[in-house]
């Protein structure tokens, strides 16, 4: 079965632009998760969805939001990049309960 | 504020021994605890996982122990192998901690 599919693999912005992400989860998995990881903070918590809701939310400012549609797919967008920003994104999806994550290969975001 | 902690950034264990991954966590409201695998350049790996009902789960050389009075769970691997070596992290369920690098010395 397809697995977890995001798109695009890699993006080059520029500081100030704003990005939007997208993640095709497996079939029959409502839960999507979106995880940004750098070098030396490990994966860092953005936001939970299931079901269209965001059960979940990280330590991240405003500029990160994120959406899921009714087919399951997600967006993930960030507003006014920063140099910080730079990072690969993870999305992640589940049917819930005791299923674990299934990672997407993420998207490597550089802001320059 | 880390809701699932992981202490130990390291751990070295030869061949054939016990592994024990430790984790913490902060929410007492998290329902599944969940253990991940991670090879570098690839994303993490679900391993094993544990409701928060039960104290133990087990699946072959892997068991997971919870202790919910202490907010804690561990991982357990037996026999360890060289094959083990990775980053391991545990997650509550879509907090994730910080990771613990376990090296298999042969």
């Known amino acids: 079965k397809a697995g977890v599919t995001q798109t695009p693999r890699y993006l080059i912005k520029t500081r100030g632009q704003q990005v939007t992400l997208s993640c095709s989860p497996i079939s029959g998995h409502r839960s999507v998760s979106w995880y940004q990881q750098t070098p030396g903070q490990g994966l860092q918590f953005l936001f939970e969805?299931?079901?269209?809701?965001?059960?979940n939310k990280g330590n991240f400012p405003g500029r990160f939001s994120g959406r899921q549609f009714s087919n399951s797919r997600s967006e993930m967008n960030v507003s006014t990049l920063e140099l910080g920003d730079s990072a690969l994104y993870l999305c992640?999806?589940?049917?819930?309960?005791?299923?674990?994550?299934?990672f997407g290969s993420g998207t490597r975001l550089t802001v320059v | 504020d880390q809701q699932v902690k992981q202490n130990s950034p390291s751990l070295s264990v030869q061949e054939g021994r016990i592994s024990i991954l430790n984790c913490d966590y902060t929410n007492s409201m998290f329902d599944y605890f969940l253990w991940y695998k991670k090879y570098p350049a690839e994303g993490p790996t679900f391993l094993i996982s544990i409701s928060s009902i039960k104290d133990k789960n087990e699946d072959g050389r892997f068991t997971v122990f919870l202790n919910k009075s202490a907010k804690h769970l561990s991982l357990h691997i037996v026999p360890s192998q060289p094959g083990d070596s990775a980053v391991y992290f545990c997650?509550?369920?879509?907090?994730f901690g910080t990771g613990t690098s376990l090296t298999v010395i042969p």
């Open positions: 992640a999806s589940r049917r819930g309960g005791a299923d674990g994550y299934t």
């Open positions: 969805y299931f079901s269209e809701t965001q059960r």
């Open positions: 997650a509550a369920p879509a907090y």
